[in-house]
Nanobody, 114 residues
Framework: QVHLVEFGGGLVQPGGSLRLSCAGS????????MKWFREGPGKEREMVAD????????NYSASVKGRFTVSRDDHKNTLYLQMNNLKLEDTAVYYC???????WGQGTQVTVSS
């Protein structure tokens, strides 16, 4: 069974950093494009980062470009999202996703607050 588990969220002050992880199981991790999404309070779910299989192609939303870095370790079956210079508007539940399998993790809460 395909399974994704996110972790690493928490409470951080503006300007701070967090690294999210997404552990995958039940599929050949290296073969799949993966994405990070987030859903802020009262907002629609939005894609923030997109990484192809083997990390060849990477895309970011305009709102996080230059501050967030997506990466993957296919040996560890883990997707990462390094988030720097966090802003209040980055507060959201963050999800990892396998687009072609339509599989989502349960999400991890990131709260940016002073």
């Amino acid at each position: 069974q395909v399974h994704l588990v996110e972790f690493g969220g928490g409470l951080v002050q503006p300007g701070g950093s967090l690294r999210l992880s997404c552990a995958g199981s039940g599929f050949t991790f290296q073969d799949f494009r993966m994405k990070w999404f987030r859903e802020g309070p009262g907002k629609e779910r939005e894609m923030v980062a997109d990484i192809s299989s083997f990390g060849i192609i990477i895309n970011y939303s305009a709102s996080v470009k230059g501050r967030f870095t997506v990466s993957r370790d296919d040996h560890k079956n883990t997707l990462y999202l390094q988030m720097n210079n966090l802003k209040l508007e980055d507060t959201a539940v963050y999800y990892c996703n396998i687009p072609t399998l339509e599989v989502w993790g349960q999400g991890t809460q990131v709260t940016v607050s002073s």
